[in-house]
């Protein structure tokens, strides 16, 4: 790749360089994933608990047709307050690139960029995959595809619950991509601790992972992602009967108004927000740290 196809700042090429430990963090659950003014917040917040957790934060985004592994503040509040800034997945990345334009990076686009550029850990909120009444509409997010073909660790609290969880974990055994249960048994629920789905392997250190990730090294063959499954704590999750009762309502509203693709997550996301009195997205957000935490964490015992 030229070396202006993808820019790693400063801090992060060093970092990668001197084999420090490194946390990719994506920039859609900023960009479309969060209300205004608060995802500026989120965005420097989620940043600092990497450094916390002794690692160094690369916030992936192309600004102005450039792919950009680690932001700097300017560029980090461009992607939060610019309402040009695109949704970018990784079939994306190559007419955003060469149109010149600006975009948050989705999970399978960070996961990609990051991967190119040497990162091995990756945190992000819930992944996309196969969505409710997907017979109809084949709606599945890229996120799966591109997961199965990359040799990154995603820190997540499982997958959106707006989605068809146990179709989504059929379709994660189909591609090849690994799961493990972060001290449980059960797949988490994104909002909610538990998606009521089990998990064949359970692991109960950062230690652990990056022993998982070693031995992933070590056998080599086709690269695919390890999902480490790390659930929102029962005290911070969403209550499940409210989240069922609005879940439902929203997925209604959304086929009543004919939203489609790339709108769909969005949509779901804020429409829950709104409906819960903002109780959704406290959960959103605590499972989000939690897991850039734990990132962070397995990072470091790399
Ligand atoms: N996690 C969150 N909020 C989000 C997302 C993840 O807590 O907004 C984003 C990720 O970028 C993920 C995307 O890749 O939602 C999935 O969108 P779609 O279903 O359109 O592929
Ligand atoms: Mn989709």
Same mark, same amino acid.
């Given at each position: ?28 659950? *900023?960009?479309? %994933? ?18 916390? $957790? ?45 149109? $010149?334009?600006? %975009? ?7 996961? #990609? ?8 850990? #990756? ?5 996309? %995959? ?27 609290? $499982? ?27 059960? #797949? ?7 998606? $009521? ?13 990056? &022993? ?14 390890? *999902?480490?499954? /790390? ?18 309502? %929203? ?11 790339? &709108? ?26 939690? /897991? ?5 964490? *397995?990072?470091?015992?790399?």
């Amino acid at each position: 790749m030229p070396e202006t196809t993808v820019v790693l700042s400063e801090e992060v090429r060093e970092a990668v360089a001197a084999r420090r430990p490194v946390v990719a963090l994506e920039s859609t659950i *900023i960009a479309h %994933g969060l209300p205004r003014p608060r995802n500026l917040a989120v965005a420097g917040e989620l940043e600092a608990l990497v450094r916390e $957790g002794g690692a160094v934060p690369a916030t992936v985004a192309v600004l102005d047709g450039v792919a950009r592994v680690g932001l700097d503040k300017a560029a980090l509040e461009r992607v939060a307050v610019d309402p040009a800034v695109r949704k970018l997945g990784h079939r994306d990345l190559a007419p955003a690139l060469a149109a $010149g334009v600006s %975009g948050a990076t989705t999970v399978s686009a960070t996961a #990609f960029l990051a991967a190119r550029a040497g990162i091995r850990v #990756f945190a992000t909120g819930g992944l996309g %995959g196969v969505h409710r009444g997907w017979t109809e509409t084949q709606d599945e997010s890229a996120d799966l595809r591109l997961l199965a073909r990359t040799r990154i660790a995603v820190v997540c609290a $499982g997958v959106k619950s707006i989605l068809d969880v146990p179709a989504t974990l059929q379709r994660l055994e189909t591609l090849g991509v690994g799961v493990l249960g972060y001290r449980t048994q059960a #797949f988490p629920g994104f909002y909610l601790t538990s998606s $009521g789905e089990p998990v064949d392997w359970a692991v109960d250190s950062p230690e652990e992972v990056a &022993a998982v990730i070693r031995a992933q090294d070590a056998l080599g063959g086709p690269e695919s992602a390890l *999902i480490v499954a /790390n659930p929102v704590p029962e005290d911070r999750q969403l209550d499940p009967v409210l989240h069922d009762r609005v879940l439902a309502a %929203g997925l209604a509203e959304c086929r009543a108004r004919d939203v489609t693709g790339q &709108a769909v997550t969005p949509f779901l996301l804020e429409y829950l927000t709104r409906e819960t009195g903002g109780a959704s997205l406290e959960a959103n957000l605590a499972a989000v740290r939690g /897991n850039v935490s734990l990132a962070a964490r *397995i990072a470091a015992a790399r």
